[in-house]
């Protein structure tokens, strides 16, 4: 089965910088790439997604960029703000495959 | 849209006591979901229904049974809470054969503790 590895655990970055989560996977049939931001208390919501058409996207100061040869996919914050301060989840998984496999989490601390 | 509820919020279960975790989604979705969060473990899923009907075992399904009620509602149950089960319950959502088939949506979760 798929295996999803993020790094890092924790990442503490100043107010203004940014902030870049690495994953890999296992299984080179994956092509879908979602992240997902959790806020204390609350569910994890998509913030963006990459399918393995495309090698990078972006939304504002988010972007995400997938690496299919090495099998590894990237989020990107920029311009960071104290309301990006949460754990985020890296998962893969592919069409026709409903299941999604999850990274073990980043926590994102943004120091103003 | 309320997307995906779930029931109850909070739960404390003494060892051996059985309980139903109740999910709904208003977006008629086909897949639905029960995942586990535990501590530097991410999210491992418990079972899920690719369709009304239907219902798979995920990556840790042992000491739980599911029941897909209708297209809207998926049960999670614990027929003899042990401490092990201690965790927060994530429900999900996707829609199945779509453009956007792979994409799930996550209810707030079950804090749920067992002494």
């Known amino acids: 089965g798929e295996n999803v590895e993020q790094h890092p655990s924790t990442l503490s970055v100043q107010e203004g910088d940014s902030a870049v989560i690495k994953c890999t996977y296992s299984d080179s049939a994956s092509n879908y790439f979602p992240w997902y931001k959790q806020e204390l208390g609350k569910g994890p919501q998509l913030i963006i997604d990459?399918?393995?058409?495309?090698g990078e996207k972006k939304d504002q100061r988010i972007a995400v960029t997938l690496n299919k040869t090495a099998k590894h996919f990237s989020l990107h914050i920029t311009e960071t703000q104290p309301e990006d301060s949460a754990v985020y989840f890296c998962a893969a998984s592919r069409t026709g495959n409903e299941k999604l496999t999850f990274g073990t989490g980043t926590r994102l601390t943004i120091i103003p | 849209n309320a997307g995906v509820t779930q029931t109850p919020k909070f739960q404390v279960l003494k060892t051996g006591q059985s309980m139903t975790l109740q999910c709904a989604q208003d977006m008629n979705h086909n897949s639905m979901y029960w995942y586990r969060q535990d501590p530097g473990m991410g999210l491992r899923l418990i079972y899920y229904?690719?369709?009304?009907?239907?219902?798979d075992k995920g990556e840790v399904p042992n000491g739980y049974n599911v029941s897909r009620l209708n297209k809207r509602e998926f049960s999670l149950r614990l027929e003899s809470a042990a401490p092990s089960q201690t965790s927060v319950y994530f429900c999900?959502?996707?829609?199945?054969?779509?453009?956007?088939?792979?994409?799930?949506?996550f209810g707030p979760g079950t804090r749920l503790t067992v002494l």
């Open positions: 990459i399918r393995s058409n495309v």
């Open positions: 229904s690719a369709s009304e009907g239907t219902t």
């Open positions: 999900a959502s996707s829609e199945w054969g779509g453009n956007l088939a792979d994409t799930q949506y």
